[in-house]
């Protein structure tokens, strides 16, 4: 059994996505990160970052609790540990976690800055949001540009669709509005028609 520690966030999405793909029995366990749920001792010695999603996998490696955080980790460890979601050929598997980092890093930062710039710094400035919505538009029409020819990210149903879902779904409001991410547009219309990532936006919210 995996104990899950997650709020509503892209990130807490990712990795409940990849637990309900996977078929990982897991607990659920909310965390109100506006109420400081993070900060409290309990949580913190399981992430000492403070910062969700966590797990504790109660049967970790050699039969022990493992508690691991960052989401892209943690859709790696579940790939690792149910042999799903990583493509077995050693070139489409590094495409894959070529993905998974370019979504959990470059992407989600972009992202990221668009909800801190427009919803918690002290000062707002459009010309700032603006500034950052271009970014993650441009790492979105990477992916789009890859999806050109392809149904997935990898080639196949990998952890890097997985990674890069839940910023589509938050940003879909920017991606409408720019008008030219039809390929990256079909493949979230197809993701979202998947039974296990329903229930996992579902669970993180």
């Not at 001792?41 to 691991?68: C, H, M, S, Y």
């Not at 943690?74 to 149910?82: H, R, V």
């Not at 990674?163 to 991410?181: S, T």
Request: glycine share 8%.
């Amino acid at each position: 059994m995996i104990d899950f520690y997650s709020a509503a966030s892209s990130n807490g999405q990712r990795a409940a996505i990849m637990l309900e793909e996977c078929g990982a029995p897991y607990t659920l366990h909310k965390l109100d990160l506006f109420a400081g749920d993070q900060r409290k001792p309990e949580f913190l010695a399981i992430n000492p970052a403070g910062t969700i999603p966590a797990i504790v996998d109660r049967d970790g490696p050699g039969g022990k609790p493992l508690a691991l955080a960052q989401s892209g980790a943690i859709l790696l460890y579940l790939a690792a540990k149910t042999g799903r979601f990583l493509p077995e050929d050693a070139a489409l598997r590094a495409q894959a976690l070529q993905w998974v980092f370019q979504a959990t890093t470059d992407t989600a930062a972009s992202s990221m800055a668009i909800f801190l710039l427009s919803r918690l710094v002290p000062e707002k400035s459009e010309a700032n949001v603006g500034y950052f919505e271009e970014r993650t538009l441009r790492q979105l029409r990477v992916a789009d540009q890859r999806l050109a020819d392809r149904e997935y990210l990898a080639g196949e149903l990998s952890v890097a669709d997985f990674a890069l879902y839940p910023i589509c779904v938050v940003r879909r409001p920017l991606v409408d509005r720019a008008g030219d991410l039809a390929n990256l547009t079909r493949w979230a219309a197809a993701l979202a028609g998947r039974p296990g990532v329903q229930r996992g936006m579902t669970a993180a919210n």
